[in-house]
């Protein structure tokens, strides 16, 4: 027996006395503010908690070692020093998606214990064992010393009161309690009779299934029943735009990569599950795995109804050759880009039960919940009224979470067995199965003429999606899209190719494509400066796109605030030694002549509680905050008694959460549905109208499809518009960033500015250190830490220019904001290294140490 004290009060246990403390806070007692991120490999800080006065983690912390001790989760702290500290953080913008707050929190009480008045460098010392993937860490640490402060002066913290309009730096919906635990995300939620599932991935990326041995499994204790796709009442196949991905595979069939499902089991406990998986055996027919994209292109087909390369994108406007060869500056070049893990906090889970007269409810992290209904009624052959799929705002998505990943399984396994089930991934089971950002291969050529114009543009891509298409064609199709970045070339020849390998599926991810490219076109540009001896500012400043000029779509834009941003980093530009600069273009919305649209209900429940209703995802940008605060703004509405709510049963059916444009098209739908409203309130008063509710909509269905005979082509509805500026100190470190991003309004300044820290942190890891490696189909690295993912002492100050130049769609003038945030860092740095050394670096992540070719 093993006696310690946890929250004030005594606990004797019995048990195993290798189990982790963290299993036996989440499992046993159902202390859900103590979070699982890596599965533990003690490398995300997300199950800090505090023991005999020190932060531990305690996902290797073994309950052997607990004889005596004293501990305590956020659920236990005392209530000033919580509120405290966590309302310090709501109003400093700390809280995104949320999940790794907690163990913050945690961390940070402790520090403050130690150090009531701790320095910066004391403060990155402390957070050397934690990782946030959203906010950038600088409003973390702004966030403690601000509770340090306050917990010096015994001052009571309140939650910023605001009006809830739009511009002012509304706190974050549901920020306390997310930071303290409260609010539940999808694995902290038990329900009664509930049963746990594993997953049987294939040992193979390429082979041929020729027997499933489940008998073993079945007869483990606790185990209730063995799935494989024999038990697929509907289809087996789903996908975002091809239906090319299996829920499982059946004997017979080949597999495509190392994440295919195999099985799968439901048992009493989640570690029985996972027994029970280990017990299944397969026999294969190993086959050689193509995974070299090049050699994919002619080769022998991985899906055999299409061809590897699947899908090409083209745009071409003038003679390329010509200008090309008439050009007096050119650069050209081959680039590549990595392949990244989204590492969202926050692994993927799923929570399915039986709902109605034989339907089922999916209580879903992912970013699109009308998606996850429509494919989920695929699989269980039920019509889609019968599949209800509510949304759990989750701990991070950066588009890794549009695809269906476990939702299908979970569904299945709770449908046939009419039971609630559970089914969380391992960190490594999340590498392995969710499609990561492309590797993208590139060719180009840029030229200028002897005044300092961009002339003419050719570029040859290649990206490697992986096994399945997920929206692999999409990104790609962006790559050609954003070929041109912030500029105007007139003479364009543009050629992207999708293809299928044997790797892990490549998909969305922020950026979508636009960071490859400008990777490779601003290196191209830097280089034409240094030939010609033209200014990089300057000549950045003289090409920008202006309203009226076309991108490499052929469209014409309006609204843009290149120059804009370009002159709020110019004083930067020329105060500093060795600098680099990138500028960029981010698209809103899905466009290429497909529709984007939102609807929204305002449910006037009484003078007291209005719930608004609408389709998107909250994943820590904000999205929540951008709907609630366009309805204060139309309606004069307390922010106080507004809920927001995403549910299926709402039946406003709405596209994935992607490609920048939730804030455009939620705040366009409320201000649509509020006009009635506004003018209800005004003749008759909030009060009379309790039981009413208000429709809205917004409907984008003018954009045109790339190659379209289009004379005036109009590929989205909108951009958002960037410059961004990095500096070396003397050595060659960075010292900070500078990002001046045009938000065309800013809704929300404080979140705007989290977004920007989260994407500039996001794309620094990218320049220099993340990569997710494979060699024959197969990982090379499955630790989190391993990624190489910045943490906050290692994170260079930023700078946020916000500019607002007005979009002529998005609501007041609003731009999206959530992807481009990381389109030019990359680009900006390499630059910036470029300035430093002189070496043209061609391949991310960027090396210090490579020596010129």
Same mark, same amino acid.
């Given at each position: 027996?093993?006696?310690?004290?946890?929250?004030?009060?005594?606990?004797?246990?019995?048990?195993?006395?290798?189990?982790?403390?963290?299993?036996?806070?989440?499992?046993?007692?159902?202390?859900?503010?103590?979070?699982?991120?890596?599965?533990?490999?003690?490398?995300?800080?997300?199950?800090?908690?505090?023991?005999?006065?020190?932060?531990?983690?305690?996902?290797?912390?073994?309950?052997?070692?607990?004889?005596?001790?004293?501990?305590?989760?956020?659920?236990?702290?005392?209530?000033?020093?919580?509120?405290?500290?966590?309302?310090?953080?709501?109003?400093?913008?700390?809280?995104?998606?949320?999940?790794?707050?907690?163990?913050?929190?945690? %961390?940070?009480?402790?520090?403050?214990?130690?150090?009531?008045?701790?320095?910066?460098?004391?403060?990155?010392?402390?957070?050397?064992?934690?990782?946030?993937?959203?906010?950038?860490?600088?409003?973390?640490?702004?966030?403690?010393?601000?509770?340090?402060?306050?917990?010096?002066?015994?001052?009571?913290?309140?939650?910023?009161?605001?009006?809830?309009?739009?511009?002012?730096?509304?706190?974050?919906?549901?920020?306390?309690?997310?930071?303290?635990?409260?609010?539940?995300?999808?694995?902290?939620?038990?329900?009664?009779?509930?049963?746990?599932?594993?997953?049987?991935?294939?040992?193979?990326?390429?082979?041929?299934?020729?027997?499933?041995?489940?008998?073993?499994?079945?007869?483990?204790?606790?185990?209730?029943?063995?799935?494989? !796709?024999?038990?697929?009442?509907?289809?087996?196949?789903?996908?975002?735009?091809?239906?090319?991905?299996?829920?499982?595979?059946?004997?017979?069939?080949?597999?495509?990569?190392?994440?295919?499902?195999?099985?799968?089991?439901?048992?009493?406990?989640?570690?029985?599950?996972?027994? !029970?998986?280990?017990?299944?055996?397969?026999?294969?027919?190993?086959?050689?795995?193509?995974?070299?994209?090049?050699?994919?292109?002619?080769?022998?087909?991985?899906?055999?109804?299409?061809?590897?390369?699947?899908?090409?994108?083209?745009?071409?406007?003038?003679?390329?050759?010509?200008?090309?060869?008439?050009?007096?500056?050119?650069?050209?070049?081959?680039?590549?880009?990595? %392949?990244?893990?989204?590492?969202?906090?926050?692994?993927?889970?799923?929570?399915?039960?039986?709902?109605?007269?034989?339907?089922?409810?999916?209580?879903?992290?992912?970013?699109?919940?009308?998606?996850?209904? %429509?494919?989920?009624?695929?699989?269980?052959?039920?019509?889609?009224?019968?599949?209800?799929?509510?949304?759990?705002?989750?701990?991070?998505?950066?588009?890794?979470?549009?695809?269906?990943?476990?939702?299908?399984?979970?569904?299945?396994?709770?449908?046939?067995?009419?039971?609630?089930?559970?089914?969380?991934?391992?960190?490594?089971?999340?590498?392995?199965?969710? !499609?990561?950002?492309?590797?993208?291969?590139?060719?180009?050529?840029?030229?200028?003429?002897?005044?300092? $114009?961009?002339?003419?543009?050719?570029?040859?891509?290649?990206?490697?999606?992986?096994?399945?298409?997920?929206?692999?064609?999409?990104?790609?199709?962006?790559?050609?899209?954003?070929?041109?970045?912030?500029?105007?070339?007139?003479?364009?020849?543009?050629?992207?190719?999708?293809?299928?390998?044997?790797?892990?599926?490549?998909?969305?991810?922020?950026?979508?494509?636009?960071?490859?490219?400008?990777?490779?076109?601003?290196?191209?540009?830097?280089?034409?400066?240094?030939?010609?001896?033209?200014?990089?500012?300057?000549?950045?400043?003289?090409?920008?796109?202006?309203?009226?000029?076309?991108?490499?779509?052929?469209?014409?834009?309006?609204?843009?605030?290149?120059?804009?941003?370009?002159?709020?980093?110019?004083?930067?530009?020329?105060?500093?030694?060795?600098?680099?600069?990138?500028?960029?273009?981010?698209?809103?919305?899905?466009?290429?002549?497909?529709?984007?649209?939102?609807?929204?209900?305002?449910?006037?429940?009484?003078?007291?509680?209005?719930?608004?209703?609408?389709?998107?995802?909250?994943?820590?940008?904000?999205?929540?905050?951008?709907?609630?605060?366009?309805?204060?703004?139309?309606?004069?509405?307390?922010?106080?008694?507004?809920?927001?709510?995403?549910?299926?049963?709402?039946?406003?059916?709405?596209?994935?959460?992607?490609?920048?444009?939730?804030?455009?098209?939620?705040?366009?739908?409320?201000?649509?549905?509020?006009?009635?409203?506004?003018?209800?309130?005004?003749?008759?008063?909030?009060?009379?109208?309790?039981?009413?509710?208000?429709?809205?909509?917004?409907?984008?269905?003018?954009?045109?499809?790339?190659?379209?005979?289009?004379?005036?082509?109009?590929?989205?509805?909108?951009?958002?518009?960037?410059?961004?500026?990095?500096?070396?100190?003397?050595?060659?470190?960075?010292?900070?960033?500078?990002?001046?991003?045009?938000?065309? $309004?800013?809704?929300?300044?404080?979140?705007?500015?989290?977004?920007?820290?989260?994407?500039?942190?996001?794309?620094?890891?990218?320049?220099?250190?993340?990569?997710?490696?494979?060699?024959?189909?197969?990982?090379?690295?499955?630790?989190?830490?391993?990624?190489?993912?910045?943490?906050?002492?290692?994170?260079?100050?930023?700078?946020?220019?916000?500019?607002?130049? $007005?979009?002529?769609?998005?609501?007041?003038?609003?731009?999206?904001?959530?992807?481009?945030?990381?389109?030019?860092?990359?680009?900006?740095?390499?630059? !910036?290294?470029?300035?430093?050394?002189?070496?043209?670096?061609? $391949?991310?992540?960027?090396?210090?140490?490579?020596?010129?070719?």
């Amino acid at each position: 027996m093993i006696s310690f004290i946890l929250n004030g009060k005594r606990i004797e246990y019995t048990g195993d006395p290798e189990r982790s403390l963290l299993k036996f806070l989440r499992l046993d007692n159902h202390l859900t503010a103590v979070k699982d991120g890596c599965s533990a490999q003690s490398a995300c800080g997300a199950c800090t908690v505090e023991i005999d006065g020190k932060a531990r983690l305690s996902c290797v912390m073994k309950m052997k070692k607990l004889q005596d001790a004293v501990i305590f989760t956020p659920e236990g702290f005392p209530q000033y020093v919580l509120d405290t500290i966590a309302k310090a953080f709501v109003n400093k913008g700390a809280v995104q998606c949320g999940f790794c707050t907690p163990g913050f929190i945690s %961390r940070t009480k402790v520090l403050l214990q130690d150090k009531p008045n701790p320095t910066i460098s004391e403060i990155h010392q402390a957070l050397k064992p934690h990782l946030c993937r959203c906010t950038g860490y600088k409003k973390i640490e702004d966030g403690i010393l601000y509770a340090a402060g306050a917990l010096r002066n015994r001052e009571k913290l309140e939650i910023t009161k605001t009006s809830g309009k739009v511009g002012v730096s509304h706190p974050k919906y549901e920020a306390y309690n997310t930071a303290i635990g409260n609010r539940k995300f999808v694995d902290d939620i038990f329900l009664d009779g509930m049963l746990f599932a594993a997953l049987r991935f294939s040992d193979h990326p390429r082979a041929r299934i020729l027997k499933i041995h489940t008998s073993e499994a079945e007869n483990l204790p606790g185990v209730h029943r063995v799935f494989t !796709a024999k038990d697929i009442p509907g289809e087996h196949y789903t996908g975002l735009i091809l239906q090319d991905w299996p829920v499982m595979l059946d004997e017979g069939e080949t597999t495509h990569f190392i994440g295919d499902v195999l099985a799968g089991v439901v048992a009493d406990t989640d570690e029985i599950a996972r027994q !029970a998986v280990d017990l299944i055996k397969v026999e294969y027919e190993v086959l050689e795995p193509l995974t070299d994209v090049f050699k994919a292109i002619h080769g022998e087909r991985i899906h055999p109804e299409r061809p590897n390369n699947f899908e090409t994108t083209t745009f071409r406007i003038g003679d390329f050759e010509e200008v090309f060869g008439n050009s007096k500056y050119t650069s050209q070049g081959h680039y590549e880009t990595q %392949r990244i893990e989204h590492a969202f906090m926050e692994k993927e889970a799923a929570v399915a039960l039986p709902y109605g007269d034989g339907g089922i409810q999916l209580f879903s992290q992912s970013q699109g919940v009308y998606e996850d209904r %429509r494919q989920l009624a695929m699989i269980l052959g039920l019509p889609e009224e019968k599949v209800r799929v509510t949304l759990v705002p989750n701990g991070g998505g950066f588009g890794g979470k549009e695809d269906l990943s476990i939702q299908g399984q979970t569904a299945l396994f709770a449908f046939l067995m009419k039971k609630p089930v559970k089914l969380t991934l391992s960190r490594p089971e999340s590498f392995r199965l969710h !499609a990561k950002r492309h590797p993208v291969f590139m060719d180009i050529h840029l030229a200028a003429d002897e005044s300092g $114009k961009l002339r003419a543009l050719k570029l040859r891509a290649v990206g490697d999606t992986g096994a399945y298409a997920s929206v692999g064609a999409k990104v790609l199709e962006r790559v050609a899209g954003h070929a041109a970045g912030g500029y105007f070339i007139p003479v364009i020849d543009i050629e992207a190719k999708t293809v299928y390998t044997n790797n892990i599926p490549s998909g969305a991810m922020r950026g979508f494509g636009a960071n490859q490219v400008c990777f490779a076109l601003e290196g191209c540009i830097d280089e034409i400066c240094t030939k010609a001896g033209f200014d990089r500012w300057k000549f950045r400043w003289e090409n920008a796109l202006v309203d009226g000029l076309m991108t490499s779509t052929g469209q014409k834009v309006f609204g843009v605030g290149i120059r804009a941003c370009l002159e709020a980093v110019k004083n930067d530009f020329y105060a500093g030694k060795y600098v680099g600069l990138a500028c960029a273009i981010k698209n809103s919305g899905v466009g290429n002549g497909m529709v984007d649209e939102s609807k929204v209900i305002i449910e006037i429940v009484s003078e007291r509680k209005i719930i608004l209703k609408h389709g998107w995802t909250e994943m820590g940008q904000g999205v929540h905050n951008m709907a609630l605060q366009t309805l204060c703004e139309e309606t004069g509405l307390s922010p106080d008694i507004i809920e927001v709510a995403v549910d299926t049963e709402a039946q406003i059916k709405t596209g994935m959460t992607t490609s920048s444009r939730a804030t455009a098209l939620v705040g366009l739908a409320v201000i649509n549905a509020a006009k009635s409203l506004k003018s209800d309130i005004n003749n008759f008063g909030l009060k009379r109208l309790a039981g009413k509710s208000y429709r809205g909509q917004f409907v984008c269905d003018w954009t045109s499809k790339p190659g379209s005979a289009a004379a005036n082509p109009v590929i989205h509805y909108s951009y958002g518009y960037a410059a961004q500026l990095c500096v070396l100190n003397d050595d060659g470190s960075i010292r900070k960033v500078v990002a001046a991003h045009d938000g065309g $309004k800013i809704m929300n300044p404080m979140l705007f500015e989290g977004q920007v820290h989260g994407g500039v942190h996001m794309g620094l890891g990218y320049a220099l250190s993340e990569d997710l490696p494979m060699k024959d189909g197969f990982l090379l690295i499955e630790k989190m830490r391993d990624l190489k993912i910045l943490r906050a002492h290692e994170t260079p100050e930023i700078v946020v220019k916000m500019v607002e130049v $007005k979009d002529p769609v998005g609501p007041y003038g609003a731009k999206g904001i959530g992807e481009i945030g990381l389109v030019p860092t990359a680009a900006a740095v390499a630059n !910036a290294f470029y300035a430093f050394d002189g070496i043209k670096r061609t $391949k991310l992540p960027l090396k210090r140490e490579e020596e010129p070719k």
